[in-house]
C-alpha cells in the first residue's frame, strides 16, 4: 500500500482545523460552569440562610409551625466544596 504525502497533509489539516474548533469551545465551556458553580456557591453562603430566617420569622408571627430548617451542608466534588 503506498502512501501518498498528501494524505498525510490532508490529515494533518483535518486534525488541526477539529483542534482549532474544538479548544474554544472546550475554553467556553468550562468558563460557563465555572460561573454557574460560583453563582450556586454564592446563593448558598449568603442568600440561603437569610431566606430561611425570614420564612421562619414570617412563620413565627403567622404562628405556623414549622420543622427547623436543615442546616446548609456543602459536599465536595472533585476536590471543591
Known sequence: M????????????AIATI????LP???RWTSRINVS????????ENHLP???S??????????????EPPPIRFIEINGRK
Not at 483542534?19 to 474544538?22: M, P, R, S, T, V
Not at 458553580?37 to 448558598?44: E, T
Not at 425570614?54 to 420543622?67: G, M, N, Y
Open 37 to 44: 458553580y460560583q453563582f450556586s456557591k454564592d446563593v448558598a
Open 2 to 13: 503506498e502512501v501518498h504525502l498528501h494524505h498525510f497533509f490532508e490529515t494533518l489539516a
Open 25 to 27: 469551545w472546550l475554553w
Open 50 to 52: 437569610h431566606v430561611q
Open 54 to 67: 425570614s420564612l421562619s420569622a414570617i412563620a413565627k408571627k403567622l404562628d405556623v409551625d414549622i420543622p
Open 19 to 22: 483542534i482549532a474548533l474544538l
